[in-house]
């Protein structure tokens, strides 16, 4: 089952925080977040594994709820070079390589 | 290092033709996948190679879209014959073998993507 990412777009003044969501229907073992901008390939950002962790670099962190089959990416005094498109891919077995993509949270970053 | 090279970058097909794409992936990396992605939606997995065995193409349209993977290193994909509907970006990418609390800062490495046309 495809996951369900919230909202499918947003848009930010440079400065403003935002918060994407990723719920799956399926238990979790890992949640992927990718950014992609427009004509270029997603770019890897971080991966969560479940044990309800948070990761972060820069001012962009991302937290792991399992029991709640949940993840949410957080950027914060968002800059220009944040828009693109996020998306999360999510593993439910040992082959954390087997992923199931959402269909994207748009983000735009306005001066 | 570098990345996961793909061609070619643009392809311009007219319906029924046939057409081959090319991935070279990261050195060492054993898993190789195949994505299609059409304009406003995420990638949808075509093929996922362990080394040069199949892992998952259960989601190739197998009587038109083929894969392999020769020696474990470059992949080639190809659609005989194109339709309409294919017309996307094709995706690849490599990633190392597991993930774990060891390699947590390794995810997927995408290559730039092939844009079909099919006319």
């Known amino acids: 089952q495809q996951p369900v990412q919230s909202p499918q777009a947003v848009i930010l003044r440079e400065g403003e925080d935002a918060v994407i969501n990723c719920s799956s229907s399926?238990?979790?073992?890992?949640v992927h977040w990718y950014r992609q901008k427009h004509g270029e390939a997603p770019v890897f950002l971080m991966i969560?594994?479940?044990g309800g962790e948070q990761k972060g670099h820069d001012k962009i962190s991302a937290s792991f709820n399992e029991k709640k089959q949940q993840s949410s990416l957080y950027l914060t005094a968002s800059q220009l070079s944040y828009s693109g498109t996020y998306f999360c891919?999510?593993?439910?077995?040992?082959?954390?390589?087997?992923?199931?993509w959402g269909l994207g949270t748009s983000l735009a970053v306005n001066p | 290092e570098a990345g996961v090279a793909q061609s070619p970058r643009y392809k311009i097909i007219e319906k029924r033709q046939s057409v081959a794409f090319w991935c070279n992936p990261i050195?060492?990396?054993?898993?190789l996948y195949w994505y299609q992605q059409i304009l406003g939606q995420g990638p949808k997995l075509l093929i996922q190679?362990?080394?040069?065995?199949?892992?998952?193409d259960s989601q190739l349209p197998k009587d038109r879209f083929s894969a392999e993977r020769l020696k474990g290193v470059d992949s080639t994909l190809k659609i005989q014959p194109a339709k309409l509907e294919d017309s996307a970006v094709y995706l690849c990418?490599?990633?190392?073998?597991?993930?774990?609390?060891?390699?947590?800062?390794?995810?997927?490495?995408f290559g730039s993507g092939t844009r079909l046309t099919v006319v």
């Open positions: 891919g999510t593993g439910s077995d040992g082959n954390n390589r087997k992923l199931i």
């Open positions: 399926k238990a979790l073992y890992s």
């Open positions: 969560l594994l479940k």
């Open positions: 050195s060492g990396h054993a898993t």
């Open positions: 190679f362990q080394n040069n065995g199949v892992v998952d």
């Open positions: 990418a490599s990633s190392l073998d597991l993930v774990g609390p060891s390699n947590l800062n390794y995810g997927y490495t």
